[in-house]
């Protein structure tokens, strides 16, 4: 039998890499010219020797992934370096704990969840302010000083009288900052036309609800009030409605509205007009339900418990929305600017590069 040449070629996986395994042939003798050598034999042994290796499964090595650096705490106590970055731009501390004593005073050591949840309302306020900014400046609009005091102006007005005068330096600080934010949001949603209303909005918002834009019903009363706190127990609260009850008791046997006022404590207010739409809505709609000369019943309000005389009421009408026209379209901004201010706020913050550089 005739010696050949075999080559296995056995690939084993050691370590990573291939290595080649050769059988030397027993002697020198070379295959016959002419005659096929036996590769089927050869791919046989081959095949039976690798069927008998097991493959080698290496260790597959995992990298941990490395948390990043947790971030300091807010220290209002030291207020030094920034806060928080938008576009590049820095907020300090000494501004942000500044502006954030003015609402929720001075950080308590531990810091208090309420005082926590201050802060983190604070820092959406600045960077939606900032992102406004910086996109009204691309828009190349601005809020003037003088828009931002006619603003605080009318403001100031609308508070109750007395109140104005007690607001300080910071706290009048504080007003305008608000005011001017959202000057320049609506700067830049007129800018970019979403504050426009088509006459189709405006007919459909009218023919919804005509009476809101016409022209309300008015009572005219005389108020009788036992006052009350804020906040008063329920056998105190039932006490002083049993007072207000004996006394509408008494003005419907004849018995004069001052005797009786003063005998169950309740104190005469001046005569005023009360219009629908307008505070204590409850009491309003019970005095239009009445008569010139009748009496509510005790109606709970946010000053303690009242009963009216009615004097006189005018009922409402409503009024062509040629009429009305400026009336229903602030209505409809009013509604629409709440959608627009979200969208475009959501916008702005998705586009946004803020940067924290304490944890709050």
Do not use: H
């Not at 300090?92 to 001075?106: I, N």
């Not at 409850?282 to 709970?300: C, F, K, N």
């Amino acid at each position: 039998m005739r010696k050949t040449w075999i080559a296995l070629g056995i690939v084993a996986v050691i370590s990573g890499s291939a290595m080649l395994w050769l059988l030397q042939p027993s002697d020198g003798v070379a295959p016959v010219a002419g005659e096929a050598p036996a590769v089927q034999e050869d791919a046989e042994v081959v095949k039976t020797v690798a069927d008998k290796v097991a493959p080698v499964r290496l260790p597959v090595a995992v990298t941990a992934a490395v948390a990043p650096p947790a971030l300091p705490p807010l220290n209002c106590r030291v207020a030094a370096g920034t806060v928080f970055l938008v576009g590049g731009e820095a907020v300090t501390a000494e501004f942000f704990c500044a502006e954030l004593a003015k609402v929720a005073g001075v950080q308590p050591e531990p810091m208090t969840p309420a005082w926590r949840a201050q802060a983190v309302a604070l820092r959406q306020q600045v960077v939606d302010a900032m992102l406004v900014r910086k996109a009204l400046d691309a828009e190349g609009g601005a809020v003037s000083v003088e828009q931002v005091d006619t603003a605080l102006g009318e403001r100031l007005g609308a508070l109750p009288q007395g109140t104005a005068t007690q607001l300080d330096a910071a706290s009048t600080a504080l007003v305008r900052r608000q005011l001017r934010a959202r000057l320049e949001l609506a700067k830049l949603l007129q800018l970019r036309g979403q504050s426009l209303v088509s006459d189709a909005e405006l007919l459909a918002a009218y023919q919804a609800d005509p009476a809101r834009f016409g022209q309300p019903g008015v009572a005219v009363v005389v108020p009788y009030l036992l006052r009350l706190p804020p906040t008063v127990a329920a056998p105190e609260l039932a006490a002083a409605r049993a007072k207000a009850e004996q006394f509408v008791a008494a003005v419907s046997k004849g018995e004069g509205a001052d005797t009786a006022a003063k005998s169950a404590g309740l104190a005469a207010l001046p005569k005023t007009e009360m219009a629908q739409g307008g505070a204590e809505a409850e009491l309003v709609a019970a005095a239009m339900q009445l008569s010139a000369g009748q009496w509510t019943a005790p109606v709970r309000t946010n000053v303690g418990w009242a009963v009216v005389q009615v004097l006189e009421v005018r009922q409402g009408k409503e009024l062509p929305i040629d009429q009305v026209r400026d009336q229903v379209k602030a209505f409809v901004q009013g509604k629409q600017g709440l959608a627009d201010r979200e969208r475009a706020l959501a916008e702005l913050r998705a586009a946004a590069q803020v940067v924290d550089k304490v944890s709050l």
